[in-house]
């Protein structure tokens, strides 16, 4: 019989097909504002969120979304109005996420091992329900990004420029934080919150080896993302490993790929000399 | 095109950053069609003063932007704004075609994508301002000077009736600015109206119809009419504040180049 037939595994590669989408859909945004980290950042609030679950008996999905979403909500508020940089943010998201999920843990009697599938990933532990809730949420965090590309490109391209054309960049700042909140919420069960950013940001940098554009990269990203997810997952089912580092390991051999790919082309065709 | 009718409308205006006073009290008009040219030096308020203008900072006094006051005023894709440089090199590649088409978002601010239109417009002034073979391109693999030039055909999508330009000379070749100072030619000949912070009126001062001077957060000089002076009367005339402004304070000295372009042998044109 087939991996394939049990219905967890089906679920998982919907799970996988989503989370591989959407975690590069908003992390080229990420990458291009140049807050590559924000997504670990995010990943360690989301694990307070998770202990909050096993705490108060509610599911875990729902208390880790709205804990990031609040964090990303945060991160935001600080790197805007209290003049805190980027970098010290995220610092603290870091510490009081990691520090609040462990502390939580605890006081739910829980072992800090009980949060390791929720770092890591398990395609054994997604319910039905936590299932559409990711598809559900994934489909409004692609739609999303997909819709405002344009207006999210100006802004993290040139926030300065986009202000002072009337852009509403505060707003997608916060856009931003909160659709990269979901997007590592629902990419839990798969990735795991440690691995996450790595699904946002290692396709985004295969894409751009291989693309001079910004839609261009977006939409190859994509594609990595879908390809690292989809077969890593299967991988880790095949070898009966957590779904999280196998996901990344292919992530990083796409890369891999596209640099030498580059590095090839870039050997064969000398660079065009670029007029002043 | 508003000919002729103030287009913005400073009075009192002050800056204060972290306690700290950057301009004070600063009035003036920019007319329909004039070219306005501010002038000082590296910390004089400059382009804190431009950003004023565009809601970017935080002010004392009134600003209006078409009659309309600053707080009010939504019809931004009336301005094209070039900021200065920032690095693009990092992040994600950007093509000239996609930085050029961003300029549109000021008219789809909350939503939309750029119209076919706006797609040949922008294709047009990447021709314009000679990056027609860079099209597809991304700015980080280009010059200083190109990148310059995107960022201008940029600013002029839409074709707005005023354009702010922050220091758009700085660290640009001769060829991008001989496009530049044609481009505005064009663009003041179009009937928009022109506004410009520079160290130096260069190549353009041939273009500029008036300039004002920052010094220390205020205005210390105003030149009406900078095409009807002959060089040696701009040279006594600056001569003369240079003069009183060093009465005042050394450390407020306008740098030599500040004024060179302006005082250039023979009379402007």
Not at chain 1, 191 to 203: K, Q, R, T
Not at chain 1, 207 to 236: D, K, N
Not at chain 2, 43 to 62: E, F, N, Y
Not at chain 2, 97 to 119: D, I, N, Q
């Amino acid at each position: 019989m087939s991996i394939l037939s049990y219905s967890f595994m089906q679920m998982a590669i919907v799970a996988a097909i989503v989370t591989g989408l959407t975690a590069p859909a908003v992390g080229t945004f990420i990458v291009q504002r140049r807050l590559a980290l924000l997504g670990d950042g995010l990943g360690h609030v989301a694990l307070t969120g998770v202990a909050l679950g096993l705490l108060t008996g509610t599911s875990p999905l729902t208390t880790a979304i709205i804990v990031a979403i609040v964090g990303a909500i945060v991160i935001e508020l600080l790197r805007t109005y209290a003049k805190t940089s980027g970098d010290i943010a995220l610092a603290m998201l870091f510490y009081g996420g990691i520090a609040g999920g462990v502390l939580l843990t605890n006081l739910a009697g829980d072992s800090a091992a009980t949060l390791n599938r929720y770092l890591f990933g398990s395609i054994t532990t997604m319910s039905s329900s936590d299932l559409t809730l990711v598809v559900v949420l994934g489909a409004i965090v692609l739609s999303v990004s997909l819709a405002l590309s344009p207006q999210f490109f100006a802004f993290c391209h040139d926030e300065n420029h986009a202000r002072a054309s009337g852009v509403p960049t505060r707003v997608y700042g916060m856009l931003i934080a909160v659709l990269a909140a979901v997007t590592i919420a629902v990419s839990m069960r798969t990735v795991g919150l440690l691995l996450v950013s790595a699904l946002m940001v290692m396709p985004v940098a295969a894409a751009q080896q291989l693309r001079p554009s910004f839609r261009g990269t977006h939409m190859l990203s994509m594609a990595f993302g879908l390809i690292s997810a989809v077969a890593g997952l299967l991988i880790s089912a095949s070898i009966d490993a957590q779904p999280g580092p196998t996901i990344v390991l292919v992530a990083m051999a796409i890369f891999a790929a596209a640099a030498a790919t580059r590095g090839v082309v870039s050997f064969r065709r000398p660079k065009e000399a670029i007029g002043g | 095109m508003s000919i002729n009718r103030a287009v913005i409308e400073v009075e009192s205006l002050g800056v204060a950053i972290d306690g700290n006073h950057i301009l004070h009290d600063i009035t003036f008009e920019v007319q329909g069609g004039e070219f306005l040219a501010i002038l000082g030096h590296n910390g004089s308020g400059k382009s804190t003063l431009i950003r004023t203008l565009l809601g970017l900072q935080r002010h004392t006094g009134s600003v209006s932007l078409f009659g309309t006051p600053q707080n009010e005023f939504r019809s931004w894709q009336r301005i094209g704004y070039l900021s200065q440089d920032n690095d693009h090199t990092t992040g994600v590649p950007s093509s000239v075609e996609e930085v050029v088409l961003s300029g549109t978002m000021a008219k789809h601010r909350w939503f939309g994508w750029p119209t076919r239109s706006e797609k040949h417009q922008a294709h047009d002034l990447i021709e314009r301002v000679g990056l027609g073979a860079h099209i597809r391109r991304p700015v980080s693999q280009l010059s200083g000077g190109q990148r310059q030039r995107a960022r201008i055909a940029r600013a002029l999508i839409g074709a707005p009736e005023l354009i702010i330009m922050d220091e758009p000379t700085v660290g640009v070749d001769a060829q991008s600015l001989e496009i530049l100072n044609q481009i505005l030619a064009e663009e003041i000949q179009r009937g928009a109206s022109i506004v410009m912070v520079t160290h130096e009126l260069g190549i353009v001062r041939n273009l500029v119809n008036r300039t004002i001077t920052l010094e220390a957060g205020k205005i210390c000089d105003t030149c009406d009419n900078v095409m009807d002076l002959h060089a040696a009367s701009l040279r006594d005339h600056y001569e003369e504040h240079h003069a009183d402004s060093h009465s005042e304070s050394d450390a407020h000295h306008v740098p030599e180049h500040d004024v060179r372009p302006v005082v250039a042998e023979g009379p402007l044109q």
